[in-house]
């Protein structure tokens, strides 16, 4: 079947770095996604990744490893405003999205 | 901007009528657009893919008869809520891509929550 496993909750501190992994089991993949969604709103979207290698963009990079099935979402210079959900998506071999469960980050003063 | 748009976004009907939810790409042509449901505290579940002209594909296990979906034409997709019931109250998105501009981003609606009392 296809999976994509990322972890439930994490804390951060403003001011800090933090790293939110995504592995992914799918049937054919054509790039991965990150979303943000804040608590009741849609999701917005943060990244995409099809190559190998590092995106940055501002303060979030996305870095993805094919031969893995292994993404990551780094996050610097956490603002209190970055509490919020963060979604990993897959695009499978139909350019249908697999979603993970999500990662709920809470970042502390 | 945003360029994917859903209305309404928030409703409350009552158990037993029918609620329509619109989403509309704003400045380009959706041949393909997506519906998603979200409980509270859960991921995105996806519903249907509406495909302009034609009956959309509906996931395994949803009522295709209960969420109705049409997408008249290239830039408005709607999903029908009928005989709503409170446990379809819940958050709906819509998400369309635009393959000519970057179809590697995926737009979504602003969302919709749906309370059926």
């Known amino acids: 079947g296809q999976n994509i496993d990322q972890p439930t909750e994490m804390t951060a501190t403003e001011g800090a770095i933090v790293q939110i992994n995504c592995t992914y089991q799918?049937?054919?993949?054509?790039?991965l996604f990150w979303y943000q969604q804040h608590a009741g709103e849609a999701p917005t979207f943060l990244s995409y990744?099809?190559l190998d290698g590092l995106e940055e963009k501002g303060r979030f990079s996305s870095f993805l490893s094919r031969s893995k099935g292994y993404s990551y979402l780094l996050l610097k210079e956490l603002q209190m405003k970055d509490s919020a959900s963060y979604l990993c998506?897959?695009?499978?071999?139909?350019?249908?999205?697999?979603w993970g469960a999500g990662t709920k980050l809470i970042i502390k003063p | 901007g945003a360029v994917v748009s859903q209305h309404p976004s928030r409703v409350i009907c009552k158990s037993g009528t029918s609620v329509k939810i619109e989403c509309r790409s704003l400045d380009f042509q959706a041949t393909t657009m997506f519906w998603y449901r979200q409980f509270p505290k859960q991921s995105l579940m996806l519903m249907a893919t509406s495909n302009e002209g034609s009956k959309a594909t509906y996931e395994q296990g949803v009522e295709k008869d209960k969420f109705l979906i049409n997408h008249a034409s290239l830039t408005l997709s709607t999903l029908t809520v009928t005989s709503a019931h409170p446990e379809d109250s819940s958050f709906y998105i819509c998400s369309a891509r635009d393959f000519a501009r970057d179809g590697n981003t995926i737009y979504f609606g602003e969302g919709s929550w749906l309370t059926v009392v």
């Open positions: 799918t049937s054919g993949f054509n790039g």
């Open positions: 990744n099809v």
């Open positions: 998506a897959v695009s499978d071999s139909n350019y249908q999205l697999i």
